[in-house]
T-cell receptor
C-alpha cells in the first residue's frame, strides 16, 4: 500500500472535456507537489501547495490542497492534447527530507 | 543549461554484473537523490544525500550503494545486478527545504537479463 494513492490510474478523454485527478493519503503533509512527466523525460514540477485549503491556478489547471493537508486534487478545464502525460503527486512530511510519490495518473487527451 | 545530467541513458546488464549510474548537477544544490520508477508505482526513493559526505537510505535501498564526495556528483552503484532491478532510474537535486522544486535528470533505462 502506497502512502499516497492516486486515482484514477488512467484517464482517456476527448479534447475540450474536463478532468480531475485525486491524490489521497491518511498522513499529513507539510507540502504537496504536482508533477507532469512526458515519455522519455523526467518529471517537471507544476505546482507546490503548502497551506490547508489552498487553491492554486495555472492557466487551465486548478490545484487544491485539502483542509487537513492529507489530500489534493488537480482539475484540468477544457483539456488539450498537449495535456497528455503522466501526472504525479508528491508529498513532503515535516520530519524529514524525503518526498513520497503517488503511483501516477496517466492522462490521454484525444483530438 | 545543464541542470541534472545522468549517464548512461540506456544500459543492458547481465545478472550478477556491477555498474555505476552517474549523476551530476551544476546548480550547487545540497540535496540529491536517486529514484526508480516502475509501472503503476510512481517514483520510489532509493538513496539520498543532504550534502557532501552525508548519505542515507530511502524506501528501497537494498542492492544499491551511493557516495557523495563532492556537492556536484552522486553516483549510484549496483553491486550485483538482478532482474528485479530492471527499471528507469532518475537522479534529482534541490536546495534545502523539502517543499522546494526538485529538478530531475532525463532518466537512465536499465535492463538486467
Amino acid at each position: 500500500t502506497q502512502l499516497l494513492e492516486q486515482s484514477p490510474q488512467f484517464l482517456s478523454i476527448q479534447e475540450g472535456e474536463n478532468l480531475t485527478v485525486y491524490c489521497n493519503s491518511s498522513s499529513v503533509f507539510s507540502s504537496l507537489q504536482w508533477y507532469r512527466q512526458e515519455p522519455g523525460e523526467g518529471p517537471v514540477l507544476l505546482v507546490t501547495v503548502v497551506t490547508g485549503g489552498e487553491v492554486k491556478k495555472l492557466k487551465r489547471l486548478t490545484f487544491q490542497f485539502g483542509d487537513a493537508r492529507k489530500d489534493s486534487s488537480l482539475h484540468i478545464t477544457a483539456a488539450q492534447p498537449g495535456d497528455t502525460g503522466l501526472y504525479l503527486c508528491a508529498g513532503a512530511q515535516a520530519a524529514g527530507n524525503k518526498l513520497t510519490f503517488g503511483g501516477g495518473t496517466r492522462v490521454l487527451v484525444k483530438p | 543549461n545543464a541542470g541534472v545530467t545522468q549517464t548512461p541513458k540506456f544500459q543492458v546488464l547481465k545478472t550478477g554484473q556491477s555498474m555505476t549510474l552517474q549523476c551530476a548537477q551544476d546548480m550547487n544544490h545540497e540535496y540529491m537523490s536517486w529514484y526508480r520508477q516502475d509501472p503503476g508505482m510512481g517514483l520510489r526513493l532509493i538513496h539520498y544525500s543532504v550534502g557532501a559526505g552525508i548519505t542515507d537510505q530511502g524506501e528501497v535501498p537494498n542492492g544499491y550503494n551511493v557516495s557523495r564526495s563532492t556537492t556536484e556528483d552522486f553516483p549510484l552503484r549496483l553491486l550485483s545486478a538482478a532482474p528485479s532491478q530492471t527499471s528507469v532510474y532518475f537522479c534529482a537535486s534541490r536546495t534545502g527545504f523539502s517543499g522546494n522544486t526538485i529538478y530531475f535528470g532525463e532518466g537512465s533505462w536499465l535492463t538486467v537479463v
